[in-house]
């Protein structure tokens, strides 16, 4: 198994260009979630799926947008790239409830200029 | 609500002497608990979980955590650092996702870095 794998690793943007960030898994894992990690703030969550064709909102959604129309990948929309946006993401997956391993991939490393 | 703290944002210790990574959260259900390691330039790896069942937990590469609920605490310990261990640790506690419900969250702590001196 691949496990959870992300591209680009690394991407510089123009202010107001737009993009997608790619997350798949191999896994079928059911729950998909896209964080962002800044320094001194952990990881925090932007927004997550709990199966093909079901997302929500997660803790700061604003300036991104996702789809799951398959169970293996969890694209992340920026539609108008923005400085605060300058971040590292991480995309993880989770075969089901709370007790379950989060698996993340090797993150994506993004600058808006 | 949830929350997580972890009370250091950087610990210093001796290869060879004991590690300990402090974490109190807070959970009005029964939480389940995590603690991840981040080495530099890396994705996410499990160190361990408390999942309800033994409050001791133990992790991979020697690394285990105790669950107290009178303290709400689950801090991270290892008897003996070694410089393999230097990276950024997350204290994480979770809860059943429920569908389309804002407060099915997993919730991060900010993180505490961990350097060994030779």
């Known amino acids: 198994n691949a496990g959870v794998t992300q591209t680009p690793k690394f991407q510089v943007l123009k202010t107001g260009q737009s993009m997608t960030l790619q997350c798949a898994q191999d896994m079928n894992h059911e729950y998909m979630s896209w964080y962002r990690q800044d320094p001194g703030m952990g990881l925090r969550l932007i927004h997550y799926?709990?199966?093909?064709?079901?997302?929500d909102q997660g803790e700061v959604p604003n300036g991104y947008n996702v789809s799951r129309s398959t169970t293996e990948d969890f694209p992340l929309r920026l539609l108008s790239a923005a400085p605060s946006q300058t971040s590292v993401y991480f995309c993880?997956?989770?075969?089901?409830?709370?007790?379950?391993?989060?698996?993340f991939g090797p993150g994506t490393r993004l600058t808006v200029l | 609500a949830q929350s997580v703290t972890q009370l250091d944002s950087h610990v210093s210790v001796s290869e060879g002497t004991p590690v300990l990574l402090r974490c109190n959260y807070s959970s009005s259900y029964s939480p389940s608990l995590f603690w991840y390691v981040q080495h530099p330039n890396k994705g996410l790896q499990l160190l361990l979980k408390?999942?309800?069942?033994?409050?001791l937990v133990k992790g991979i590469n020697g690394f285990e955590a105790e669950f107290k609920k009178s303290e709400t605490s689950f801090h991270l310990t290892k008897p003996s650092a070694h410089m393999s261990d230097a990276a950024e640790y997350f204290c994480v506690v979770r809860r059943e996702f429920t569908g389309y419900s804002s407060a099915s969250k997993i919730i991060f702590g900010s993180g505490t870095r961990l350097s060994i001196r030779p």
């Open positions: 993880a997956s989770t075969l089901g409830g709370a007790t379950d391993t989060q698996y």
């Open positions: 408390y999942t309800s069942a033994a409050t």
């Open positions: 799926s709990v199966g093909a064709g079901i997302t």
